[in-house]
């Protein structure tokens, strides 16, 4: 536990930007974790002398904020209007279908976090996944699936193999 | 570090030369969002593998966008003094191929080759004919370039590249022979109006701050663009960050700030990371900081990161971000030029607004009120997307017809269906049935119309699409979005996408119509910001187009497409 609070406070108080706030120093913690722990949210109001309740505040208000660990990968589908016409949902769908998931969220073995996401901005290449940020466009459900797949075959510290 | 700017001028000037009249030929992959996401980074991969397994001499650079987005990954190949080459849609295999073949030996490889700018006539094998005259192609045919004119062109990690080409060659202009008052007269001669969709005139903003006597005033840059169809805010700043900075430096020069903020989604890496290094190379240069170029004007600039929220690209929105608040818009008056960030007065601008400033300081205000049309001056940057031939980024005079970038620019629809609609605006835009697309593009007319220019994304949608089916998306997006602060715009869209949601379940009455329009006006005047003040356009103009549409929904219970039938996914945690 001490590693993540020492994380936590290199991450808040290692910010170089003149103007540091809650939301910098909550997205500067986001970049190190990929998630913000509570002991985060007391580390924040400590460094921005505010509550807890402000961080928190700030905290549920970016829907980019998560508050559990993150799984091994990350992957976004875009929902954004360009995207909607040109198939993202039947992408969607896909990935949830591999994934075994209904909507968004973490696989059960730890290893893929699916999320919607409004834009992200490669709408001439709709429509647009990205994986561990990076971006992929013209996707297909069945390359969407591909991807999906690989991801939950690797083999990774995050518990069992393939389901 | 600081030099003189003629010695600026001089060093890039060299460098220039020596990139372009040197001894090897000079490759450019395009590597904006769009590029990235058609495989850039894998191309830039297996081209200097390949190079540098070869020994082959070149310089690669990593560029923005050209726009043909389409056509991404986009390599461009260029031996010195002769014309740019271009391969479109390049994968690993056949950048390899580029490397042996074509920078290996000298000769485009015509079988690979898609087109070429410049003089055909200076290709070295002489053979230009099979390969296009990109300035031909339709897309690029129609355009004129000004915030766009070095996208594509030149590496936007170099400053040097944006000096040798014209860059900073305003500011100098203005700090050494302007007085604030001259450059401020330009901009509002120009008719320069805000491009982040309230095309307010830039100059009486910029009039309102240079007002205030205050000791500190910010001036600050909006690139929050969260509209789904739209990123060539991001796009500037990932093809040419430098035309950014001084257009923000100048707006301080010209308003007594001194100091400015780009606000940028977080997530955006590409636009983040170029930007900031912009501004760290701007820094070193005494292009920012204290007595920039030797005057005494004092302008620095910070970049700063906002989490998830369309809301925070609204003006008063955006300020409580900064501040690291929830991005919730702010009572009016007072207006952000008398009490603005941090309490301070402030202008925000669009990035495409400000990313015109240095060429109309450098041309002077004439030369832009002679483009364009009436109040409309200057050129609109589009972001073509949706069920289009070409989709991508251009850049054409106001006033030019809606129907020719669709049907020439962007080739038309694609598998020879016919054109439904175009959503134009972002998400509280409007949309335009096929029958109407016969317009200018002009703030006033667009409006008149109900579909807005906004901030330049413009969606087409062929006639496989279910009006109500995008409406519902685009209700979706809108109520997702809606921060919570006023219970109109909160609630409102909810009642909205619960009633789209009942019409797309062939369950909707003919009551729902009006019930939507009675929600719709009480959040147009609720509302504190133009999320919940414009949400209700959406509906309102697809009723506008397409009322029959609705009907056959809720009276006969039939979608001519079906895809309103259709799962619909949205994410499912809001915000709390």
């Known amino acids: 536990m001490d590693g993540l609070k020492q994380r936590i406070s290199k991450a808040v108080r290692g910010q170089t930007q003149p103007t540091q706030t809650i939301l910098s120093s909550l997205l500067a913690v986001e970049d190190e974790l990929g998630y913000i722990p509570k002991e985060a949210v007391d580390e924040v109001a400590d460094f921005t002398g505010s509550t807890i309740n402000d961080v928190w505040a700030v905290a549920s208000f970016y829907p980019n904020f998560r508050f559990e660990p993150p799984c091994l990968h990350r992957m976004e589908v875009c929902w954004g209007a360009s995207c909607h016409l040109t198939g993202a949902r039947e992408v969607i769908q896909a990935v949830l279908g591999a994934a075994g998931l209904q909507e968004e969220g973490d696989t059960s073995d730890g290893k893929v976090s699916v999320r919607l996401n409004t834009c992200l901005g490669a709408c001439a290449q709709a429509p647009v996944i990205s994986v561990d940020h990076h971006l992929a466009g013209r996707m297909t459900p069945a390359d969407a699936r591909t991807r999906v797949v690989q991801l939950l075959d690797e083999s990774g510290p995050a518990g069992e193999t393939n389901p | ?310 809301v925070a690209g609204e003006e008063s929105g955006l300020m409580e971000s900064i501040e690291g608040h929830r991005a919730m818009p702010r009572y009016r008056p007072p207006f952000p030029a008398q009490v603005g960030l941090f309490g301070k007065p402030s202008n925000i601008n669009n990035v495409k607004t400000l990313a015109y400033v240095p060429e109309i300081v450098a041309n002077g205000a004439e030369w832009f009120s002679g483009i364009g049309h009436e109040q409309s001056k200057g050129t609109a940057i589009l972001c073509l997307s949706g069920a289009l031939n070409y989709t991508g980024m251009i850049e054409v005079p106001l006033g030019v017809n809606l129907k020719d970038v669709l049907y020439q620019a962007a080739g038309g629809v694609p598998g020879g269906k016919d054109l439904k609609l175009v959503q134009t605006g972002g998400p509280l835009g409007g949309v335009l049935k096929a029958e109407s697309v016969d317009i200018i593009l002009d703030f006033e007319v667009l409006r008149e119309a109900g579909a807005i220019l906004g901030s330049g994304g413009i969606i087409a949608a062929d006639e496989d699409t279910c009006v109500v089916d995008l409406t519902r998306a685009l209700i979706a997006f809108c109520q997702y979005e809606s921060c919570g602060k006023c219970f109109p715009c909160r609630m409102g869209m909810s009642h909205l996408l619960e009633v789209l949601e009942r019409i797309c379940r062939m369950e909707g009455v003919p009551e729902d119509l009006e019930l939507m329009r009675r929600v719709g006006q009480d959040m147009q005047s609720g509302s504190l910001c133009g999320h919940g003040q414009l949400g209700f356009n959406p509906v309102a103009s697809a009723l506008r187009h397409f009322s029959d549409e609705f009907q056959a929904h809720i009276i006969d219970r039939t979608c001519p497409t079906g895809r309103c039938l259709e799962p619909r996914y949205s994410p499912r945690q809001t915000r709390r």
């Open chain 2, 1 to 310: 570090m600081a030099v003189s700017f003629e010695e600026l001028q001089q060093e890039a000037q060299s460098r220039w030369q020596a990139l372009n009249a040197g001894d090897r030929p000079w490759v450019r992959i395009g590597s904006a969002m769009c590029g990235q996401a058609a495989g850039a980074d894998e191309v830039f991969e297996a081209l200097t593998e390949s190079l540098g397994r070869n020994n082959i001499p070149a310089s690669v650079s990593r560029v923005g966008c050209l726009g043909l987005c389409f056509a991404e990954p986009l390599v461009d190949v260029q031996f010195p003094g002769g014309p740019r080459v271009f391969y479109a849609n390049v994968t690993p295999e056949t950048a390899r191929q580029i490397a042996e073949r074509h920078l290996a030996g000298g000769s485009p490889d015509l079988d690979l080759a898609w087109g070429y700018l410049g003089d055909g006539a200076g290709l070295s094998n002489g053979d230009a004919s099979s390969m296009l005259d990109l300035s031909r192609h339709p897309m690029r045919a129609m355009e004129t370039r000004i915030a766009l004119r070095n996208a594509g062109n030149i590496d936007p990690r170099d400053i040097h590249q944006y000096v040798a080409t014209g860059g900073y060659r305003a500011l100098h202009q203005a700090l050494t022979q302007m007085t604030p008052e001259e450059t401020l007269a330009q901009v509002a001669g120009s008719g320069l109006r805000g491009r982040g969709g309230a095309a307010f005139s830039t100059g009486t903003k910029w009039r309102f701050l240079a007002g205030s006597n205050a000791p500190v005033k910010y001036i600050l840059c909006n690139c929050e663009e969260g509209d789904p169809g739209a990123y060539n805010d991001k796009g500037i700043l990932e093809s040419d960050p430098h035309t950014l900075i001084e257009g923000m430096i100048l707006a301080g020069y010209a308003t007594g700030a001194t100091y400015g903020y780009v606000f940028i989604r977080h997530g955006h890496d590409g636009p983040i990371e170029k930007t900031r290094a912009a501004v760290r190379q701007a820094q070193e240069m005494g292009l920012l900081g204290r007595g920039i170029l030797g005057s005494d004007f004092d302008f620095d600039i910070e970049v700063a990161l906002t989490g998830d929220s369309y």
